[in-house]
């Protein structure tokens, strides 16, 4: 069982930047992929950034490719989200979220969540 806290969020104007951390309980953080996913107004939650627990093997959605950085720290049980040069359509509510082993980058696959964290980017 893991438990995920999301934090970071905030109100931006366009082209700046947040960085995103969730934190997880539990002893046995770094055998969990994590991941992150959004969901706008009136849309679909969608995936935007995954790591894999030992390897750090990371995916991006192409949307925010060369903008965003996932990381992770296993010493913390955190994982981080770097946004970088944002946009008004970054705006969504960001989930954290966590599988036990491989990476995934469909929502279905993730069995924690967190419960959120709102980014707003105006233009």
């Known amino acids: 069982q893991v438990q995920l806290v999301e934090s970071g969020g905030g109100l931006v104007q366009a082209g700046g930047s947040l960085r995103l951390s969730c934190a997880a309980s539990?002893?046995?953080?770094?055998?969990?992929?994590m991941g992150w996913f959004r969901q706008g107004p009136e849309k679909e939650r969608e995936f935007v950034a995954s790591?894999?627990?030992?390897?750090?093997?990371?995916y991006y959605a192409d949307s925010v490719k060369g903008r965003f950085i996932i990381s992770r720290d296993n010493a913390k049980n955190t994982v981080y989200l770097q946004m970088n040069t944002l946009k008004p359509e970054d705006t969504a509510v960001y989930y954290c979220?966590?599988?036990?082993?491989?990476?995934?980058?469909?929502?279905?696959?993730?069995?924690?969540w967190g419960q959120g964290t709102q980014v707003t980017v105006s233009s």
């Open positions: 979220a966590a599988r036990l082993a491989t990476i995934k980058t469909r929502a279905n696959d993730y069995d924690y």
């Open positions: 539990g002893s046995t953080f770094s055998r969990y992929a």
């Open positions: 790591t894999s627990g030992i390897s750090s093997a990371t």
